[in-house]
């Protein structure tokens, strides 16, 4: 996953003067006593939530605050926290403090365009960070190949279950939520992936339906469907890790883990423990240090008034509601099996510390995690 993003100079900006007016949210966001005036180069970042992916507080927050840092820019970084009502708040407040360019990760379509069509009705350029925004008309979209990522899913189950010596399987596959663009990507991928498998009758769908991100909601999904297959599923693809360990829940009652592989993606902490468990088969990993840097990248020109080449910029993604293309910026994901845990380890995503305790040290040493 070293596709690159060749860097593009930037000016360090000089901030100008004082106090912005009270956000509408919690204050702790980083940067928001941001300079007012419009010599002030400011960008506005919100978050969608913490509890659908560990990532967001994790890794692209501090990514992104010490990529606007040190560029001299004032980062205002909040988090909706799930709520549409704050995230319109949060949109209203940036809008008016006077943001240079506004970066968000939409909670859904509606919501989410309704604020970039405030946004760009103020003259702010916009970026929709991960997801497409679909209808929102966002001036450029920072993110991985998403169908590339459900690809890899699918591409993953068949390698586990032909390891596992299983020609013939009955799948479930549990889904991301339907109001995420990215979930529909993902879906397409793994479709397609699995496609040649389904239509010679080797792979049998005995199961599909959203888990919406959530843990507790996958794993009754999951539970619901392996009752309506009789207990007979022999592969299941998560569409993340935070659902698959809801569905590794239920496959442990069933006494099933470690014997129905399971796909997932986020590379979480969770995943690879699961990995190394054997309880989890594989995920997907995102370098996200490469999106958000891509992404302040591409913030902190427009911010300087420069147009982003094709070294930033490298294709298009349609927006299938308004049948346009946009400019994209979009990463290479990589499938991490237990022999490559070690990768995403060595990319400094996790340390050997935060994955390699208790139980699992034993295991991180035989699967070569240093």
Known sequence: ????????????????????????????????????????????????????????????????????????????????????????????????????????????????????????????????????????????????????????????????????????????KINGDPTDNNAALFKQGYDEALKPKVDSGDYTIVGDQTGKWDATVAGTAFEQLYTQAGGKVDGVISANDTMAQGIIARLTANGLNGKVPITGQDASKEGLQAILSGNQCMTVYKAIKKEADTASKLAIALINGETPGSDLVNGTVKDTVLNKDVPSALATPQAIFKDSVKDVIADGFWKASDICTGQYAALCTSAGVQ
Do not use: H
């Not at 240079?100 to 103020?122: E, H, R, Y």
């Open 1 to 172: 996953m070293r596709n690159r993003f060749l860097s593009v100079a930037v000016a360090a900006a000089a901030v100008g003067a004082l106090a912005l007016a009270g956000c509408g949210s919690d204050d702790s966001g980083d940067g928001a006593a941001a300079g007012g005036g419009g010599a002030a180069k400011k960008v506005g970042v919100i978050l969608p939530d913490a509890a659908t992916s560990p990532r967001w507080e994790a890794n692209d927050r501090p990514l992104l605050k010490a990529a606007f840092d040190g560029a001299g820019i004032t980062a205002n970084i909040q988090n909706a926290d799930g709520d549409k009502a704050k995230f319109g708040t949060l949109c209203d407040s940036m809008i008016n403090e006077g943001v240079s360019v506004l970066l968000i990760v939409n909670l859904d379509s509606d919501s989410g365009s309704a604020c970039l069509k405030k946004a760009q009705g103020a003259g702010i350029k916009t970026i929709d960070y991960d997801r497409l925004t679909l209808g929102g008309e966002a001036s450029y979209y920072v993110s991985f190949d998403n169908v590339q990522v459900g690809k890899l899913m699918g591409e993953g189950l068949t390698k586990c279950l032909t390891d596992a010596g299983k020609t013939k399987a009955n799948i479930i």
